[in-house]
């Protein structure tokens, strides 16, 4: 989406100072209904774009391989009540899945009265451009990607389709994220988000576009939708725009997953080593930033020998390649960014963050890719290396930006200055507004509780 903010409200939130996978456990022997439901809705977030990537592949068309997913998710919903959660959930929807979209093809083939040449089997899962390619590894080497999500990634980024459409589509089908937090990750209003998706699928429909796999020469027209929706996604994961936790782990280790399949497929691209090391950076510390309970840990109060020391030279290692892939050309917005996650992931205290250096980097970032997201965080780095008056001057400026009327982390963030500023029931009634904003259920408690240590929440 053109014009989107580069850095969301995680990364501002996480800067306040705020700042495996997972698995649905085993059920009793007689598991309640709801009990099952709340089970195959966890699974399904995580599972199901693997899902549709997957059926994508088989049957050549997105439209398709939503609604046979869809089939699966109610085939679930009506059986594991009566049978019970499978041994291996996961397993049984891919199961069920592969068997739909054989089904699909076989009464396509049907239609089209190629079986009789080829063998509905061979028609099925050997040549054309249905083929599961997934069992033979002859077919995975000479595929430019050889990963399902990664793959319809790329095909959702088709030239075809305007950039924001693009990665609504995307997030919609890959990322596990709904329309509203997709809506929310782009200020945006939700139902200019869903036209967009559902324009998305007309279009590629219409335009008969082919799910073909974009070779190598291909892939950097798409780069920077690419690497878009695999920073949302991790966004997401990093910090939840809703729900009843504050960080879904399962989503950062996808991107993360993804990043390090694209920059081996393009070792030549310096925002693709960005965006991995900002990556890398940011999931060191997913450990610490809850407690054992899953409510949040600021960044100023996490126990820092809890972040992945390894994760963080891994994330150094692919900042150091990137900036050397950019000296020629100047850092783009993820080097940038990783930049600035560089700056906390080396200080081994949190009193030796290096505030003026994070504040100018962000005044780079926000010259490059102009945003009043990103003018906040610069903010909350100012507040912090020059004191909060001048840091309210920044934040007072951004007040009428349409874009931030209702966002929570400029609420939180003029609130964090004010409270700074020894204004504590100002401070208080904007961490109140912040929390109402919020629809994450952890976030507004963290905020509530600020609201409360300020003089109390406004009723």
Known sequence: MSGAPCASAPAVLSSLPMDADARPSRLPHAPTQASVHRTLDALWRMESPRLVARMARMTGDIGVAEELAQDVHLAALERWPLDGVPDNPAAWLTTAARRRAIDHLRQRSLHARKQVEYGIECELLGAGRGADMGDNPQDL????????????????CHPVLPPESRVAL?????????TSEIARAFLQPEPTVAQRIVRAKRTLAEKQVPFDVPGREDLPERLDAVLEVLYL???EGYAASAGEDWTRP???EEALRLARVLVGLLPQASEAFGLLALMELQASRLRARVDGDGMPILLMDQDRRRWDRLQIARGLQALRRGEALAAAEGYGAYLLQAAIAACHATALHAEDTDWRRIAALYAALGRARPSPVIELNRAVAVARSEGAEAALDIVESLRDAPALRDYAPLHAVRA???ERLGRREDAAAEYARAAALS????ERDVL?????ACGGAPE
């Open 141 to 156: 080497a000479d595929d430019a990607i050889g990963d399902d999500l990664l793959r319809l990634i790329c095909v959702a």
């Open 170 to 178: 995307t997030l919609r089908l890959l990322g596990g994220l709904s």
């Open 233 to 235: 996604i991790f966004n």
């Open 250 to 252: 399962a989503l950062c």
């Open 416 to 418: 964090d200055v004010l």
């Open 439 to 442: 629809a994450n259920v952890r």
């Open 448 to 452: 509530l509780r600020k609201a409360e």
